[in-house]
């Protein structure tokens, strides 16, 4: 069954410090998602991306985050500087089309000291 | 602002019993209701799903049931495993808007 992928699957690193996490989608699914998830509490959306194209970055804390998805396949995900509150797990997700049936990959597990 | 409200926040029951886990929402625009799954170390996976224009949806074990007029909709696990201990989300989306989901409930069946 195809799957999401992630990399890497745990990252720890100092505060300041930049980090970066990539997902490969399933084949074919047009939109890709990228999802914080604090320890307890549901996934929260930061960026939606329909094709190479962001719908939704809302949530996402431009000061310091940034994601791209240049050929509209696979995404980075990027926090420069990274801070102790963003430590969480960090999950791509994927569907053929918006709100579809999401599939997850199994997240970035990232540890900010 | 919380959009959609979970409880319980845990759960254990024993084998073979049916563990119940209740959502609200506020807006009724609010168009489809999935709940996921997820165990440790993964991320969560489509359980079952419903639209609003039906009153209850079984797939295996798993019956969603949703009351429209008190804005609440509820996930029932028959004949409960502990292989079904999990994390459970429900969640909910209108339109092409992102989907929201709750707190999360965890699920502890013991033998």
């Known amino acids: 069954e195809a799957e999401v992928a992630q990399s890497p699957r745990y990252k720890i690193t100092e505060k300041s410090q930049a980090v970066a996490f990539w997902c490969d989608p399933i084949s074919g699914h047009a939109t890709l998602y990228w999802y914080r998830q604090i320890l307890g509490q549901g996934p929260e959306l930061l960026v939606q991306f329909q094709d190479e194209s962001v719908v939704d970055d809302s949530q996402l804390p431009k000061d310091r985050f940034s994601a791209e998805r240049l050929k509209g396949v696979d995404s980075t995900l990027k926090i420069q500087p990274a801070e102790l509150g963003d430590s969480a797990m960090y999950l791509c997700?994927?569907?053929?089309?918006?709100?579809?049936?999401?599939?997850f990959g199994s997240g970035t597990q990232l540890s900010v000291l | 602002q919380q959009q959609v409200k979970q409880s319980p926040q845990s759960l254990i029951v024993q084998k073979g019993g049916i563990p119940i886990i209740n959502c609200a929402y506020e807006n009724t625009a609010f168009d489809y209701f999935p709940w996921y799954q997820q165990f440790p170390g993964k991320g969560p996976a489509l359980l079952i799903a419903?639209?609003?224009?039906?009153s209850e949806k079984k797939e295996g074990r798993f019956t969603i049931s949703f009351n429209k007029s008190a804005k609440q909709f509820s996930l029932h696990i028959m004949d409960s495993q502990p292989g079904d201990s999990a994390t459970y989300f429900c969640a909910a989306v209108q339109g092409n808007t992102p989907l929201v989901f709750g707190k999360g409930t965890r699920l502890s069946v013991i033998a």
């Open positions: 997700a994927s569907s053929s089309s918006a709100n579809e049936k999401l599939f």
């Open positions: 419903i639209r609003p224009d039906v």
